[in-house]
T-cell receptor
Framework: AQKITQTQPGMFVQEKEAVTLDCTYD???????LFWYKQPSSGEMIFLIY??????QNATEGRYSLNFQKARKSANLVISASQLGDSAMYFC?????????????FGTGTRLQVFP | DSGVTQTPKHLITATGQRVTLRCSPR?????VYWYQQSLDQGLQFLIQ???????AKGNILERFSAQQFPDLHSELNLSSLELGDSALYFC????????????FGPGTRLLVL
């Protein structure tokens, strides 16, 4: 069965430093997608970045980059130059590629706290 | 702002009651997904609709049902509510049904007393 594992329940980082949030996945599909979402304390889920299994380059979106290591089945999120507003829960998710549905499977999340 | 709207934002009700959660997808999106986020179960997929038809089902209880209307808005109906149904319910939408990013609404926080 497909599974997402986030082993860091909480992380601390100082403002302006970079931080890596870990995500490993398990799937037997050849075609899949990996996503990161941010959930601030207000509750909404904000899409950050996407990596397709066939993408040869690591995805980047502004200060966010995804360190995709296919052989290791890892998709770590790197946030550069952390800001206080980055304090939130971060969820890694995988698109389950069965048939023609985009059902997402989520990890348990990592709570990131950025301190001055 | 993702462009996905959900109403109401908060809902407090009693056990045994029935509630309806409403979702309007982003303009032009045909797919709607419902997810439940609870402390013990985390984020779980409930159900997906594409252009009015049910496309995929997850761990959705029989007491729960959903539909997508011709104008593409969707409703999630929760009946015979139990304390354990208290959760944050998200609606997400995507342009089509496959290989598309899902954009989430702000969620409806349901509290069953």
């Amino acid at each position: 069965a497909q599974k997402i594992t986030q082993t860091q329940p909480g992380m601390f980082v100082q403002e302006k430093e970079a931080v890596t949030l870990d995500c490993t996945y398990d799937t037997s599909d050849q075609s899949y997608g990996l996503f990161w979402y941010k959930q601030p304390s207000s509750g909404e889920m904000i899409f950050l970045i996407y990596q397709g299994s066939y993408d040869e380059q690591n995805a980047t979106e502004g200060r966010y980059s995804l360190n995709f290591q296919k052989a290791r089945k890892s998709a770590n999120l790197v946030i550069s130059a952390s800001q206080l507003g980055d304090s939130a829960m971060y969820f890694c998710a995988m698109r389950e590629g069965l048939g023609n549905t985009d059902k997402l499977i989520f990890g348990t999340g990592t709570r990131l706290q950025v301190f001055p | 702002d993702s462009g996905v709207t959900q109403t109401p934002k908060h809902l407090i009700t009693a056990t045994g009651q029935r509630v309806t959660l409403r979702c309007s997808p982003r303009s032009g999106d045909l797919s709607v997904y419902w997810y439940q986020q609870s402390l013990d179960q985390g984020l779980q997929f409930l159900i997906q609709y594409y252009n009015g038809e049910e496309r995929a089902k997850g761990n959705i209880l029989e007491r729960f049902s959903a539909q997508q209307f011709p104008d593409l808005h969707s409703e999630l109906n929760l009946s015979s509510l139990e304390l354990g149904d208290s959760a944050l319910y998200f609606c997400a939408s995507s342009a089509r049904s496959y290989q598309e990013t899902q954009y989430f609404g702000p969620g409806t926080r349901l509290l069953v007393l």
